[in-house]
């Protein structure tokens, strides 16, 4: 299957790890004869530097024409003094707006290999598997008004039924997939946009009899998932909740280098991207994780080519690295390889699969 790719790599260890993504994908084309056309454009910081913005019209127009997007990081002290159009963030943002990716899933699974790697003991992140669904174009980060005085500042989050919906069903639909649990967390206590959230969450469940359903308050959800972990399927929350629940559950897993994410819509496209920022402490040193940004090709392969056996070659291949017992510098416990090794290292084990299956299938 011919595939066009388009490639975003951005700033700080941005390049490092879509760098990694690519040479696996290039690893499973090969594997699986697929071609995959990998078209590079700018974003972020480095976009600033060179179009004067970061979301320039060629990047937009090269994704527009894309099957996927795989995309690293943007950010660093460099900007952090700009102007908010000017931020290398506002490309990200804008991007995510652009292309309608209301749906983001952060997929959060301890590795055995991994579980004393997590500050947590052991036997609480043992057998967590669970879904981070957060609404991407809509709440705080997108509402109007937004203002900024040296006396006041005011940020608004407005959530319309129709942003709301949407997101719930998606949450409704990957539940029936997996383990058949929805936990809606919201701040309906407090939150006009979090009352109206679980008004909604409740009428819609009426839709999914099959799905079970709970609501957590925030602050509880934040303890719960240190708590325990496995107790959760599918979260589904808005979008400054989810970006920051997702960076702490992204501990029980070892690392925020590890996880993965897809923003998807309606259709196949998507925007794949770790979840981590350009990590700017350890940009340019080979010390950075690509397990986040090369599981987030693996989604990229399952959601949009619908290249499910491949995607899982990806995930077991991770998966057996960490099991040999090669671990990046950001992990506890392991041989520590460089960003470069550690990818070899993936994809050596994906062509001893390749082998172990012609020998299997001569
Ligand atoms: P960060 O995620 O970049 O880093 C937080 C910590 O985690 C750092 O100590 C970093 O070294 C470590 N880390 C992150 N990813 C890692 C990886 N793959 N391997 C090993 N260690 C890793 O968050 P921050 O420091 O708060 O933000 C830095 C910049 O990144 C900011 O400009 C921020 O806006 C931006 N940011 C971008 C994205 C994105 O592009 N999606 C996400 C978050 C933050
Ligand atoms: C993320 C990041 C972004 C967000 C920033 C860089 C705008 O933290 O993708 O999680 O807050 O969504
Ligand atoms: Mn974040």
Redesign the pocket.
């Known amino acids: 299957m011919k595939k066009a790719i388009t490639v975003l790599p951005?700033d700080?260890?941005?390049p490092e790890?879509t760098a990694a993504a690519v040479h696996v994908l290039q690893a499973i084309a090969k594997r699986f004869q697929h071609e995959f056309e990998f078209h590079y454009a700018a974003i972020?910081g480095a976009a600033i530097d060179t179009h004067g913005q970061p979301l320039p019209d060629e990047t937009i127009a090269s994704c527009s024409t894309a099957d996927a997007v795989l995309l690293?990081?943007?950010?660093?002290p460099k900007w952090?003094a700009n102007p908010p159009e000017l931020r290398?963030?506002k490309g990200?943002l804008a991007l995510r707006k652009q292309f309608n990716l209301y749906a983001n899933l952060r997929p959060v699974k301890s590795y055995k290999a991994l579980e004393s790697a997590s500050p947590l003991k052991a036997e609480h992140v043992s057998g967590t598997d669970f879904v981070i669904v957060r609404e991407l174009t809509g709440g705080l980060y997108f509402s109007e008004p937004r203002k900024k005085t040296s006396d006041m500042a005011a940020d608004t989050l407005v959530y319309t039924r129709k942003e709301i919906e949407r997101i719930v069903d998606s949450a409704f639909q990957l539940a029936r997939t997996r383990k058949g649990k929805v936990t809606s967390v919201d701040k309906a206590n407090v939150l006009a946009s979090s009352k109206l959230w679980r008004e909604i969450v409740e009428e819609k469940k009426k839709g999914y009899p099959d799905v079970e359903v709970e609501h957590i308050l925030v602050d509880a959800a934040a303890m719960q998932l240190i708590r325990e972990p496995s107790s959760f399927d599918v979260i589904v929350t808005e979008n400054l909740f989810g970006d920051i629940l997702s960076d702490e559950a992204s501990m029980i897993t070892g690392?925020?280098?590890m996880l993965p994410s897809a923003s998807l819509r309606d259709d196949e496209f998507g925007v794949y991207?770790?979840?981590?920022?350009?990590?700017?402490?350890?940009a340019g040193q080979g010390?950075?994780?690509?397990a986040?940004a090369i599981l987030s090709a693996a989604m990229m392969l399952r959601h949009s080519f619908g290249m499910a056996v491949e995607a899982q070659a990806i995930e077991t291949a991770v998966e057996n690295v960490l099991e040999d017992g090669y671990f990046?510098?950001?992990l506890h416990g392991g041989r520590i390889l460089s960003t470069d090794a550690w990818t070899a290292k993936v994809i050596e084990e994906l062509d001893s699969e390749s082998v172990s299956e012609s020998i299997c299938f001569s």
């Open positions: 951005g700080g260890i941005g790890v972020g690293g990081s943007v950010g660093g952090d290398p963030e990200l690392s925020l280098g991207e770790p979840i981590h920022g350009s990590a700017p402490d350890i010390k950075a994780n690509p986040g990046t510098a950001d």
